[in-house]
């Protein structure tokens, strides 16, 4: 069975320029989570999907970050504009989704930003 | 908010040593535990858990159990390997939410 990919593995951009993110699922999977993870930290969450709807986005920092899942599968992350605290590890991870058995989270192997 | 709290590391223990990594949590009703582990240059990935209360997580010789009078899950193995350098992160799910504690980074010298 496929993991959960992302892509670009790793990321450099200056400050004030714009960055996207890209994450496909495991196939079947209705729960999809965008985490930061900060040098040094545990994931932090930024939004969780359920299917194309938005379940949690409350410390996604909106004036910056936005996210989609459109077609309830595939899922970007846009950084728009980037600053230097932005620079951590983003992990995509997707679960089942539905019962307290089936909330097993599935993560890629995330895509490092750098931000200078 | 729901919270997990885990022993800070670095944690250095040689080979054949046993291992107790702490972890505590804050949580409304009965959230479900995890443990994840993150060699280097890979991703996170689960390596046990427990969905209610006495309940006994396994998984390569590590084991957790959610224990629910001290809101705890710490994580132990008895004989720990060079292999098992890692970091380890406790986390708890609860009402669509899921939450990580900061990590504990294990190095396991031969």
């Known amino acids: 069975e496929a993991g959960v990919a992302q892509s670009p593995r790793y990321k450099i951009i200056e400050k004030r320029q714009s960055v996207a993110f890209w994450c496909n699922p495991i196939s079947g999977h209705a729960t999809l989570y965008w985490y930061q993870q900060i040098l040094g930290q545990g994931p932090k969450l930024l939004i969780q999907f359920q299917n194309n709807g938005v379940v949690d986005d409350s410390q996604l920092p909106k004036d910056r970050f936005s996210a989609e899942r459109l077609k309830g599968v595939d899922s970007t992350l846009k950084i728009q504009p980037a600053k230097l605290e932005d620079s951590a590890v983003y992990l995509c991870?997707?679960?089942?989704?539905?019962?307290?058995?089936?909330?097993?989270?599935?993560f890629g192997q995330g895509t490092r930003l750098t931000v200078v | 908010g729901d919270s997990v709290t885990q022993m800070e590391g670095p944690v250095t223990l040689s080979e054949e040593a046993f291992l107790t990594i702490n972890c505590t949590y804050t949580?409304?009703?009965?959230?479900?535990l995890f443990w994840y582990v993150q060699y280097p240059g890979e991703g996170l990935q689960l390596l046990l858990k427990?969905?209610?209360?006495?309940d006994k997580g396994s998984n390569k010789g590590f084991e957790a159990t959610y224990r629910k009078e001290t809101t705890s899950f710490h994580l132990e193995k008895g004989s720990v390997q060079v292999s098992d350098s890692a970091v380890y992160f406790c986390?708890?799910?609860?009402?669509?939410?899921?939450?990580f504690g900061a990590g504990t980074r294990l190095t396991v010298k031969p």
């Open positions: 949580a409304t009703g009965y959230p479900s």
């Open positions: 427990a969905t209610k209360a006495d």
């Open positions: 991870a997707s679960s089942l989704g539905g019962t307290v058995m089936n909330t097993e989270a599935f």
């Open positions: 986390a708890l799910y609860n009402n669509n939410d899921m939450r």
